[in-house]
Nanobody, 124 residues
Framework: QVQLVESGGGLVQAGGSLRLSCAAS????????MGWFRQAPGKEREFVAA????????SYADSVKGRFTISRDNAKNTVFLQMNSLKVEDTAVYYC?????????????????WGQGTQVTVSS
């Protein structure tokens, strides 16, 4: 069992930056690929970024490529999402997810554990 707790969300102006963190419980964190997803009001949850167990492979949604960076610190059981050049359309609840596989994946159904989410609001 893995428990995930997100933090770092908040209100920011367009063009600003935020750094989300996701702290994971359990000794096997380094064996899991991790992902970030987001869900805006009235929309389905969508893929944002994913990272392999080692951090050597990453994947991004086209909408965030070049602006967001996913990283992880296996010694601290934590995954990060650095978000720069934020846009109003990035407003959503952001969820961290863990996958019982070393390989990153963009499909939300392939993830086994989810955090409760953190709100990110970008104002114009």
């Amino acid at each position: 069992q893995v428990q995930l707790v997100e933090s770092g969300g908040g209100l920011v102006q367009a063009g600003g930056s935020l750094r989300l963190s996701c702290a994971a419980s359990g000794r096997t964190f380094s064996r899991y690929a991790m992902g970030w997803f987001r869900q805006a009001p009235g929309k389905e949850r969508e893929f944002v970024a994913a990272i392999s167990w080692s951090g050597g492979s990453t994947s991004y949604a086209d909408s965030v490529k070049g602006r967001f960076t996913i990283s992880r610190d296996n010694a601290k059981n934590t995954v990060f999402l650095q978000m720069n050049s934020l846009k109003v359309e990035d407003t959503a609840v952001y969820y961290c997810a863990a996958r019982r596989s070393p390989y990153a994946n963009t499909d939300k159904v392939s993830y086994d554990y989810w955090g409760q989410g953190t709100q990110v609001t970008v104002s114009s």
